[in-house]
């Protein structure tokens, strides 16, 4: 059963709530890594923390909210094995999944309905990577910066 790790901050905690009720209702694990009320946290620990759950392999896929989803997301992409995609639309999140092969879905509770956020999530979990010319793209994301030229 794949495991889908969740992580927000006191804004985002409605909102995980009720993606963690649909990611039960279709038929996946969930490793809920907090915040768990509306009491004030910072984003990053919660950003890292699913960070962490995602390069240990804890979770194959990791849901990450605040309130805009920006914090998180950067948080969360500071490590080298996530590549969490910000979405907005179910567009976004077939497109992270298709073509840079995310492994977070972020999502911003104070810029997205509901409807669209559980939307996101039913297409980030069933859309494949492409792989083919997007695999070389993605492979790049995890060079050294110092070593990176243009080409």
């Known amino acids: 059963m794949t495991i889908v790790a969740l ?26 890594l907090g915040s768990h009320g509306p009491a004030s946290v910072d984003y990053p620990d919660f950003g890292r923390a699913l960070a962490r759950a995602i390069a240990e ?12 989803g920006i914090g998180i997301s950067i948080a969360a992409n ?5 590549r969490a ?9 077939r497109l992270g999944r298709q073509h840079n092969d995310a492994n977070v879905l972020a999502l911003g509770a104070r810029v997205i309905g509901v409807e669209t956020a559980k939307d996101c999530l039913r297409v980030f979990l069933a859309t494949p990577f492409e792989g083919g010319r997007h695999a070389r793209r993605v492979a790049k994301l995890g060079a050294p910066v110092a070593a990176e030229s243009v080409a």
């Not at 927000?8 to 969930?30: F, M, P, S, T």
């Not at 392999?57 to 805009?68: H, L, M, N, P, T």
Request: aromatic fraction near 4%; glycine fraction near 8%.
């Open 78 to 82: 500071r490590n080298p094995a996530v």
């Open 57 to 68: 392999r804890r979770a194959e896929f990791g849901i990450a909210v605040c309130g805009s």
């Open 7 to 32: 992580a927000a901050d006191h804004a985002g905690v409605d909102l995980k709530a009720i993606l963690e009720r649909e990611l039960v209702d279709l038929g996946y694990q969930v490793l809920d």
């Open 85 to 93: 995609a910000l979405c907005h639309d179910a567009v976004t999140a």
